[in-house]
T-cell receptor, first 115, second 114 residues
Framework: GAGVSQSPRYKVAKRGQDVALRCDPI?????LFWYQQALGQGPEFLTY????????KSGLPSDRFFAERPEGSVSTLKIQRTQQEDSAVYLC?????????????FGPGTRLLVL | DQQVKQNSPSLSVQEGRISILNCDYT??????FLWYKKYPAEGPTFLIS?????DKNEDGRFTVFLNKSAKHLSLHIVPSQPGDSAVYFC?????????????FGKGTHLIIQP
């Protein structure tokens, strides 16, 4: 079956531009996570959805970052007025159920470069 | 303050030998641990996990050991194969019902030499 897919795979933005990153989770997966991975670092948690509800957005670095999952499947991470420090790989992951000890399956990521 | 630490940025092992990757954590609220493998330009791929109620979990060539008192876990790969060359991330989950996401280490780049 299809895994988690993300688009675009690569995005170059000029500083100040808005960008939108898309995630298609595994069909039927309840939980969806966004992570940010800077060069040479491990992924860092940004936000979590259970179906369409955004239950945790404590990892979003600023109010320029906004995520939504309106129908409980596809999710979009939007970054407004991009800054150079936003350059990173943005990873999406999904898991079948909510709750602890659920394996998260990752997409290939979107590599964002802000010039 | 890093809550999950992988102190070896890289590790080189001869093909056929055992690879041992180490991970330390500081948060005693972590109760579920995972290892992911990552190739360049791909997302992390789940390898193996362990709950804090266990001290060992084995899946084929991969075994994860957990020492709760030392807040230490390790991943053993035996025998090591060329396709095992990748970056390995240790990740931990707290008791927040999964809603707090995973906390990752910085990764260890494993190089399997022929």
């Amino acid at each position: 079956g299809a895994g988690v897919s993300q688009s675009p795979r690569y995005k170059v933005a000029k500083r100040g531009q808005d960008v939108a990153l898309r995630c298609d989770p595994i069909s039927g997966h309840v939980s969806l996570f966004w992570y940010q991975q800077a060069l040479g670092q491990g992924p860092e948690f940004l936000t979590y959805f259970q179906n369409e509800a955004q239950l945790d957005k404590s990892g979003l670095p600023s109010d320029r970052f906004f995520a939504e999952r309106p129908e409980g499947s596809v999710s979009t991470l939007k970054i407004q007025r991009t800054q150079q420090e936003d350059s990173a790989v943005y990873l999406c992951a999904s898991s079948l159920r909510s709750g602890s000890a659920e394996t998260q399956y990752f997409g290939p990521g979107t590599r964002l470069l802000v010039l | 303050d890093q809550q999950v630490k992988q102190n070896s940025p890289s590790l080189s092992v001869q093909e056929g030998r055992i690879s041992i990757l180490n991970c330390d954590y500081t948060n005693s609220m972590f109760d579920y641990f995972l290892w992911y493998k990552k190739y360049p330009a791909e997302g992390p791929t789940f390898l193996i996990s362990i709950s804090s109620i266990k001290d060992k979990n084995e899946d084929g060539r991969f075994t994860v050991f957990l020492n709760k008192s030392a807040k230490h876990l390790s991943l053993h790969i035996v025998p090591s194969q060329p396709g095992d060359s990748a970056v390995y991330f240790c990740a931990a989950e707290g008791s927040g019902g999964g809603a707090d996401g995973l906390t990752f280490g910085k990764g260890t780049h494993l190089i399997i030499q022929p």
